[in-house]
C-alpha cells in the first residue's frame, strides 16, 4: 500500500514561512523523483517544485527565490520550505512521486496566507 501524507500545512500572515512535509510509505523512495504542486480554488493544477533522486531541483517562477525544496532519504520525506508567502501562494499543496511510468499523489495540505 502506498501511502503519501502531507503535513505542515495552515494558517499564516503574508511575509511569512511555512514547511511543508511528505512523507512516503510502500515505494522505493530514493530511487523516485518528487515534487510539489499546488491547485487554487478556481485553478488548475502547477507544478511548485521538483527535484530529483540525485537532488538536482527546478522551480516554478512563481516560487523561485523564496522556495525551497529538499529530501530525506533515509527518512522517506520531502520538504517544502515556503518564505516570503504572499496571499496568492493560498491553495491545497499536494506532493507527488513518479519514477518510470509509476506516479503517486498524496491527498494535500491546505495553506493558507493572509494579508
Known amino acids: 500500500q502506498v501511502q503519501l501524507v502531507e503535513s505542515g500545512g495552515g494558517l499564516v500572515q503574508a511575509g511569512g514561512s511555512l514547511r511543508l512535509s511528505c512523507a512516503a510509505s510502500?515505494?522505493?523512495?530514493?530511487?523516485?523523483?518528487l515534487g510539489w504542486y499546488r491547485q487554487a480554488l478556481g485553478k488548475q493544477r502547477e507544478l511548485v517544485a521538483a527535484i530529483t533522486k540525485d537532488g538536482n531541483t527546478n522551480y516554478a517562477d512563481s516560487a523561485k527565490g523564496r522556495f525551497t525544496i529538499s529530501r530525506d532519504n533515509a527518512k522517506s520525506t520531502v520538504y517544502l520550505q515556503m518564505n516570503s508567502l504572499k496571499p496568492e501562494d493560498t491553495a491545497v499543496y499536494y506532493c507527488?512521486?513518479?519514477?518510470?511510468?509509476?506516479?503517486?499523489w498524496g491527498e494535500g495540505t491546505l495553506v493558507t496566507v493572509s494579508s
Open positions: 510502500g515505494i522505493n523512495f530514493s530511487t523516485y523523483a
Open positions: 507527488n512521486a513518479n519514477w518510470m511510468i509509476r506516479f503517486y
